[in-house]
């Protein structure tokens, strides 16, 4: 089974590609002193585009954690011209109840997800671009 974690900016900003990095981590248990550690897990950059990135990660690698943690991030630039413009990006997150993979799209209209057995969580934040130059 593999969990699908995406960010969508849609077309004001750029992505930034060295701004991009993610984590995964599973709390295990540590045989070497017998207490529990976290352990970086594989990460896969499935999709990157002009309007979102995509990662996943195999169940394989996490499932006997006790726990999972993880983050992704972007540098996401926005043109000066679009100071005053509200600005939204989206969120999703994917874990399926069994093998069958799915599907997560990410297009000028957003993230959809293809029909299939999981929980899915979508989020999205809005703000207002600022302008930072000095003497404005």
């Given at each position: 089974m593999t969990d699908h974690?995406?960010?969508h900016w849609g077309d004001k900003g750029t992505k930034y590609?060295?701004?991009?990095w993610t984590v995964v981590q599973a709390l295990r248990r540590d045989p070497g002193y017998?207490?529990?550690?976290?352990?970086?897990?594989?990460?896969?950059?499935e999709?990157?585009?002009?309007?979102?990135?995509?990662?996943?990660?195999r169940w394989y690698d996490v499932f006997s954690a006790f726990?999972?943690?993880?983050?992704?991030?972007?540098?996401?630039?926005?043109?000066?011209?679009?100071?005053?413009?509200?600005?939204?990006?989206?969120?999703?997150?994917?874990?399926p109840h069994w093998t069958h993979d799915i599907q997560i799209s990410l297009g000028p209209a957003g993230i959809t997800f293809s029909e299939?057995?999981?929980d899915k969580?979508?989020?999205?934040?809005?703000?207002e671009i600022g302008d930072d130059r000095p003497n404005n």
């Amino acid at each position: 089974m593999t969990d699908h974690f995406a960010l969508h900016w849609g077309d004001k900003g750029t992505k930034y590609a060295s701004g991009d990095w993610t984590v995964v981590q599973a709390l295990r248990r540590d045989p070497g002193y017998g207490g529990n550690s976290w352990y970086d897990v594989p990460v896969t950059n499935e999709q990157n585009n002009l309007a979102g990135t995509e990662w996943s990660f195999r169940w394989y690698d996490v499932f006997s954690a006790f726990k999972v943690r993880g983050t992704g991030h972007e540098e996401i630039r926005v043109p000066v011209s679009k100071a005053g413009e509200t600005y939204t990006y989206a969120g999703a997150y994917f874990h399926p109840h069994w093998t069958h993979d799915i599907q997560i799209s990410l297009g000028p209209a957003g993230i959809t997800f293809s029909e299939d057995a999981g929980d899915k969580w979508t989020w999205d934040e809005s703000f207002e671009i600022g302008d930072d130059r000095p003497n404005n």
